[in-house]
């Protein structure tokens, strides 16, 4: 499959995620991708599950914008490195909104079939994001 194409998944996501539209997750993902998230309390998340882990975030950060660095394809396995900066201006959880900004570094190995995402492993810098906050 040509690299276009194979990356368009993401775009497909990151551009949902920067308008506040998780349900783009649908056009990016398969309906039975598992995403594996460091640092979640249930590290193995279906599609519905992620997509509420990232409206939670998106509620938390209303303004988060990611922006995609770098990617690295091989075969079927796509590889990104993404950036995202936002302002904490509803809770975190329990936590009350801080007001401060953030800038999150992530890496994401996907797992590509037929264009869209059938597996996802991730890994974002949430300690650098509570100690942005002042929490840690």
């Known amino acids: 499959?040509?690299?276009l194409q194979i990356t368009e998944f993401e775009q497909i996501w990151v551009d949902g995620l920067n308008r506040g539209?998780?349900?783009?997750?649908?056009?990016a993902f398969t309906a039975d991708a598992m995403i594996h998230i460091n640092g979640s309390p249930?590290?193995?998340?279906?599609?519905?599950?992620?997509?509420?882990m990232a409206k939670g975030l998106l509620?938390?950060?209303?303004?988060?914008?990611?922006?995609?660095?770098?990617?690295?394809?091989?075969?079927?396995?796509?590889?990104?490195?993404?950036?995202?900066?936002g302002t904490n201006t509803g809770p975190?959880?329990?936590?009350?909104?801080?007001?401060?900004?953030?800038?999150?570094n992530?890496?994401?190995?996907d797992n590509v079939v037929?264009?869209?995402?059938a597996e996802r492993w991730e890994q974002w810098d949430q300690a650098g994001m509570?100690?942005?906050?002042?929490?840690i």
């Open 59 to 85: 509620a938390s950060f209303p303004d988060l914008h990611f922006t995609i660095e770098d990617q690295v394809i091989a075969g079927d396995k796509v590889t990104t490195r993404w950036v995202a900066e």
């Open 21 to 27: 539209d998780v349900s783009a997750a649908d056009d």
């Open 42 to 52: 249930k590290p193995s998340l279906t599609l519905a599950e992620f997509k509420e």
């Open 106 to 109: 992530g890496l994401i190995l």
């Open 114 to 117: 037929n264009g869209k995402v």
């Open 1 to 3: 499959m040509p690299a």
């Open 130 to 135: 509570m100690q942005q906050l002042g929490l």
């Open 92 to 104: 975190l959880g329990d936590i009350p909104a801080t007001g401060k900004g953030v800038r999150l």
